[in-house]
C-alpha cells in the first residue's frame, strides 16, 4: 500500500495538469473568438461613421437654390448636424499608444477675468452654412404693396367718371335721334350712316395690322426693323399726298402735316443706320425667351379685345357729344381720356410680360402669366397710371431738348437754354423713365423709385449710352404711325366717296385709333428688350446673356463706335 501510494498521487497530479491545461486552452480559443467579434463590431462602426460623414459632407456641398438644402435650412437642419471631426476609433489589433501620465504643474495666477459667452449649439452652427440661400430676395419678388396709391385711386375715378359721362353723351344721341325732330335728327342720323362705318371699320383694321405687326418682328426681326423705318416714311407720305388731293382746306392740313412728319421720319431713317445692327442682335435675343411661355400673348390679346369694345362706346359716346354743350371741349376730354385708358392698357401687357421675362433672366423661374397679369391689373396698376401720364410727355420733351442742343450752334443765349433745357430733362428722366417698369414688375416698386434704381443701374455698369442709343421704342411708336397711315388712307378713301365733309374727321379718328391699337401689340417686344437691359445691367454674369454688350462697350471705349446722341456732360464739356 505504501509503495503504490507516491504512483497513484503522481498519476492523480498528471490528470489535473492535463484537466488544467485543457480547460486553459478552451478559454483561450472563447477569448480569441469574442476579441474577433469586437473587432468586427468597431471595424462595422468605424464604417457607419465614415458613410456618416460623406453623406454631411455631400449635402454641406449642395447648391443653395437645391430644394434639399432650402428643407435641411428651414425645418431640417437639426437632423443633419455636422458634428466636430474625431477621430476615428482604433482597431483592437492595433496596439494603442503608451500614455505617459501628465506632469502636472501649477500655473501662475492670472487675474479673473468673467465667463466667456458659451459658444452656440451645433445645430445653430450648421444652419449658417446655409445663409446663402436667397430667401429674402425671392420674398421681396411677391411684394403685397399697391404701388402708386393716388394715382390708381386717381385712375378709377376717372374711369367712373369717364364711364358715366360716355354713357350719359351715348343716352342723349339716342334721345336726340328718336324723341326729336328736325336739324338735331337729320345731324344724328347722317353721321350715324356715313361716319360710325368708317370708323367701326378702321377699328378692326387696326386689330388685324397689330396682330401682323407682332407676329412679323417675332418672326423676322432683322428685316422688320428696316421695314418699319421706311414702310412708316412711305406710309406717311403716300397718306398726305392722298389728303391734299382732295382739295379742301381741312384735309389739306393734316396731309401737309403727314408729309412735314414723313420728311422728318425718312430723316431720322437714315440717322440711325448705324444703330440697326446692334438693335437687332439686341430684339433677337431679347426674343428668344418668348417661346418659352406659351400664353404670353393673352394679355394683349384681352387687352385689345377690352380695347375695341370701349372704343365703340366711345364713338358712340362723339355722337352724342354733337348734341351736347360745347361740342369741341367735350371731344377734346374725350380723346384725352381714351389716350390714357389705352396707354394703360399698353402698360399693362408691358408690366405682365416684364414680369415674366425678368424672372426668367434673374432667378431662372417659368412663373404664371395669369398670376402676373393678375398683378398688373392690381398691385402695380397705380404705377402703370402714373408712367402713361408721364413718359410720353417726358420723352417729347427729352426729344425737344435734344433738338435744341443739336441746333444751338454758336449763340451764348442759345446755349445756356439748350443746356439748361437737357440738363433739366436728363434729371426728370432719371426720375421718370420707361425702363421702371421692369423693376415695377420684378420687385413691386413705385415709378419714381424704380426709375433711380434702374438708370442708377445703368451707370453703375457703363450701360447709359447704350441705352440712350436704342431705337426699341422708336421702332414701336413708327409701327403705330404705319398702321395709323393705312387706316387714314383706307377711311379717308371711303368717306370722300360717300361724303366729302366727313373726310377730315374720320380721318383723324382712324388715324387715332390705329395708332393705339397697335401700341397695346407692340408692348411685348419693347418688354422683352427692356428685361434684356434692364436684367443684364442687375447681373451682367448671368448665363442668359452673351458678349453683345460686353463688345459694344469696348467698341464705344476705343472710339470705334461714335454715339451721337446729345447728353449733358458733353454739353458742359
Partial sequence: ???????????????????????????????????????????????????????????????????????????????????????????????????????????????QLPPSPSPPPLQHQSRSLFTQTPQETLASLNSTKYTNKFFLLLFMLHKIVAIGFVCFLVFRGVQGLIGSNGSVKRKEQRILRFLLPQVEAASLLSIILAFSWQMAIRLWPEFMIHFILWSTFLMSLSSGILLLCFQMPATDAVGVGLIAFSIGNGLYACWVTRRIKFCTKILVKSLEPVSKFSDLNLPTYYMLAA?????????????????????????????????????????????????????????GMQSSTRFSFQRALSRNLGSACLGSLFVPTIEALRIVARGLNLLKGEDEFMFCCANCCLKLMTFIFEHGNGWAFVQIAAYGKGFVRASQDTWKLFEDVDMVEIVDADITSSICFLTGICSGCVCVIVAAAWTHTVYKPFTATISLLAFFIGYLMTRISMALPHACVSCYYACYAENPESRFFDKTIKERQALIKNGRVVVHTPRVRRALA
Fill in 307 to 363: 380695347g375695341f369694345f370701349w372704343m365703340s362706346l366711345w364713338i358712340f359716346g362723339v355722337i352724342g357729344a354733337l348734341n351736347f354743350y360745347f361740342p369741341p371741349l367735350v371731344i377734346i376730354g374725350l380723346v384725352l381720356s381714351l389716350a390714357w385708358t389705352t396707354e394703360v392698357m399698353r402698360n399693362v401687357v408691358n408690366l405682365t410680360v416684364s414680369r415674366v421675362i425678368a424672372l426668367f433672366y434673374l432667378r
Fill in 1 to 111: 500500500m505504501g509503495a503504490t501510494d507516491p504512483i497513484k498521487e503522481i498519476e492523480e497530479r498528471e490528470n489535473r495538469e492535463e484537466k488544467t491545461e485543457k480547460h486553459k486552452k478552451k478559454k483561450k480559443q472563447r477569448g480569441v473568438k469574442a476579441e474577433e467579434v469586437e473587432e468586427e463590431a468597431e471595424e462595422s462602426k468605424d464604417k457607419d461613421e465614415l458613410n456618416h460623414h460623406r453623406f454631411l459632407a455631400s449635402l454641406n456641398r449642395l447648391n443653395p437654390t437645391n430644394p434639399l438644402r432650402i428643407i435641411v435650412n428651414n425645418g431640417g437642419g437639426g437632423r443633419f448636424t455636422t458634428p466636430p471631426p474625431q477621430p476615428l476609433r482604433s482597431s483592437s489589433r492595433v496596439p494603442p499608444p503608451i500614455q505617459t501620465p501628465p506632469v502636472r504643474t501649477q500655473p501662475p495666477e492670472e487675474p
